[in-house]
């Protein structure tokens, strides 16, 4: 009797296939990795279109020569990294389209508080880069993460593409870091110290 008892027990605690933690209840969306790709895709097209409209914001008012020209560097690339992704939607047969990009415009939005709220300090260029360089992480992850999802999805055109994207920005970040490190940094405390 005892040995009843106990298996009636673990049969009792054990999971059914249907309460595993990788799947949801019957209530799944019938949506798969091809869509989560293209609104992947669709919400990348947005924040590049914002990030070429804010970059001449940005290379206007910056204070120093060397920032402006970093960011009207990054606004002929970033015209690029736009047409990349319109022959990633023509190859498949869909029109270009954002979807709007909450993210991105939180991280935009910080650059134009910094832009307003720094204006004339000597802190600005060094603001201005460190709001670039959140824009470029972003980007970062986002290119990784769709370059993976085309090689499974066997999109290697689209991989392809996406990837000369993603080491653009990673190159625009590792600029921007040396920009800060040639001495912007430096000059915002100097001043500040120079001021005080």
């Known amino acids: 009797m005892a040995t009843s008892t106990k298996s009636t027990k673990s049969a009792s605690t054990r999971k059914s296939p249907s309460s ?5 209840s019957s209530q799944a ?13 669709k919400d990348i097209y947005y924040a590049e279109k914002k990030i070429l409209k804010a970059l001449p914001k940005l290379a206007k008012g910056a204070d120093s020569e060397e920032a402006s020209a970093a960011f009207e560097k990054h606004r002929l690339e970033t015209e690029g990294q736009v047409d990349r992704l319109e022959q990633i939607f023509e190859s498949m ?5 954002g979807k709007t990009c909450p993210a991105i415009d939180g991280i935009l939005e910080e650059g134009s508080e910094i832009l307003e709220e720094y204006g004339g300090s000597p802190a600005l260029d060094a603001g201005l880069i460190a709001a670039a360089q959140a824009v470029e992480h972003y980007e970062i992850a986002r290119y990784g993460t769709l370059i993976t999802w085309a090689g499974l999805l066997g999109r290697t055109d689209a991989a ?5 994207t993603l080491e653009e920005e990673k190159a625009t970040d590792e600029a921007l870091t040396a920009l800060g490190e040639s001495g ?13």
Not at 93 to 97: I, K, T, V, W, Y
Not at 184 to 193: F, G, H, I, P
């Open 20 to 24: 595993s933690p990788t799947k949801k």
């Open 29 to 41: 969306s019938s949506k798969g990795l091809e869509d989560l790709f293209l609104d992947g895709l």
């Open 93 to 97: 047969d869909l029109p270009a389209r």
């Open 160 to 164: 392809e593409l996406l990837s000369a």
């Open 184 to 196: 912007v940094n430096e000059r915002a405390v100097e001043e500040q110290d120079e001021a005080a």
